[in-house]
Structures are given as structure tokens and as C-alpha cells.
């Protein structure tokens, strides 16, 4: 593969490289040939002796790539050059020179997305012995509901869990295990909410808010342990 050219767009800051392949083609043997004469005898062709006629070359395009002044852009456009970068480096540190940083993301809109995960992992259930339980809104409301003592919960009330192998898996609902359920949804939450404060004080403390990675640092949910299991958790399902 052969670098033909290297040219710099005059409508936008970009660079454009292309590479191509010649290939040679065979000689063509020409046979001899008379002259040619009109009815007046005058010559219309002239007589051609046998000769071999070079045989072209033909140019095919292998490759035709156009680079952004983007820094990765210019990275990639260097490391495909190889060998030819430095003939070219003034003209592609010209349009390097173009590129303007993005502004940093707001604090404000990464603290956003922080709550967002925040709010969604504390949804996601809380353990209580070797089973996971909704956390979702509805479900607080009905397991704190469980807990009064002016309330007659039936014999054997089976109570769906999020438990996922095998689902669905019911436990035996009683006032002492829904009790124990909302006291973990209390620690559950503390715990979240924390993980999340800590995350905005990290973020707010970087150069760029939008580079902050969240992903991680938060405490263990049923998705996490899902995770590890080799299993693809899908809430909704349970």
C-alpha cells in the first residue's frame, strides 16, 4: 500500500490521506498494418509496423480516510502514516492546532445522573437472610404496612421475593420478617445515599465533572451478585 497523497480540507478542519496500489499490466504485442487509401487514392491510414505497446498501470484505491482535528483523530491519522508522518507534520499540525476542547460538563448535570443511579440502585431490593425482597415504592409501602401491630396478617401469607435462582421463590411473610425487611431498606438506603455523597464530593473535586466515572463504589445489590453468578438480572422479571 503506497501513500499517494495527504491534503488539508479547505471547508473543514480535517485532513485527508488516501493510499493505493499500482498494478502493472502486461505489454500488448501490435501486429503491422498497411495503409489505408480513399477511391481518390488519398491515405486516410497510415501504414503501422509491428511494435509493443507498454502496458499501462493501473491505480486502484485502497484506502481514503478523512481525520478530524479531534486529538484521537490526529493520533490515529499519525500511527497510519507510520513512517511518512514526518513529511506531513506541519500540515497536520496545522489543523491540530484548530481543535477546541469541549467546555467541561457541569458539576450540576453529573450530580444529576449520580442521583439518577442512586435512586435506581436503591430500588433494586435489599437482603434479608438468603433472600432478596422488593424495594421499589410499592413494595415499602405494603412491607411497612406488614408491620403494625393492628394489622392480622394471614397464616402462610407466601410473599414473592427477588430471589433469582430459581425464580420465583416465595417465603412465608410474618410481622418479624417484614419488620427485619424495612429496617434493611433503612440501612439499604443510608448506605446508598452515602455512596452517592461520596461520589459528588469526587466529582465536584475533578477538572472534569463529565470524566468522573460512578460506576463503581456503591454497595452491593442483588444485580452486583447476579453479576458474579454469571446471571443477567432483569428486575422486572421477578
Known amino acids: 500500500m503506497i501513500l499517494k497523497q495527504v491534503i488539508r ?7 485527508e490521506a488516501t493510499w493505493v496500489r499500482y498494478d502493472q499490466m502486461p ?38 480516510h478523512a481525520y478530524s482535528n479531534h486529538p484521537e483523530q490526529i493520533a490515529m491519522l499519525r500511527a497510519d502514516l507510520g513512517a511518512n508522518a514526518a513529511e506531513h507534520e506541519g500540515l497536520i499540525a496545522e489543523v491540530e ?3 477546541t476542547p469541549p467546555p467541561p460538563t457541569p458539576a450540576a448535570e453529573v450530580w444529576e445522573r449520580i442521583k439518577a443511579e442512586r ?34 396478617i394471614p397464616a402462610d401469607l407466601q410473599w414473592k421475593t427477588l430471589t433469582f435462582t430459581p425464580p420465583p421463590v416465595f417465603v412465608t411473610m410474618t410481622r418479624e ?30 477538572a472534569d465533572p463529565g470524566a468522573y466515572d460512578f460506576t463503581g463504589g456503591w454497595p452491593a445489590s442483588i444485580e452486583d451478585e447476579a453479576h458474579d453468578a454469571g446471571i443477567q438480572f432483569n428486575g422486572s422479571a421477578v
Open 97 to 99: 492546532a484548530t481543535y
Open 177 to 206: 420478617l417484614a419488620i427485619q425487611i424495612v429496617q434493611a431498606t433503612a440501612e439499604s438506603d443510608t448506605a446508598i445515599f452515602t455512596a452517592a455523597e461520596i461520589h459528588r464530593m469526587t466529582m465536584e473535586a475533578q
Open 27 to 64: 505489454d500488448v504485442e501490435v501486429p503491422a498494418s498497411p495503409a489505408l487509401y480513399d477511391k481518390d487514392g488519398n491515405e486516410v491510414q497510415v501504414a503501422v509496423e509491428a511494435h509493443t505497446r507498454p502496458g499501462e498501470v493501473i491505480e486502484t484505491v485502497l484506502k481514503c
Open 119 to 152: 435512586d435506581r440502585r436503591a430500588a433494586l431490593g435489599v437482603k434479608v437472610g438468603a433472600h432478596w425482597f422488593h424495594s421499589d415504592q410499592k413494595s415499602r409501602t405494603q412491607q411497612l404496612a406488614l408491620t403494625s401491630t393492628t394489622l392480622t
Open 9 to 15: 480540507y479547505t471547508n473543514a478542519p480535517a485532513i
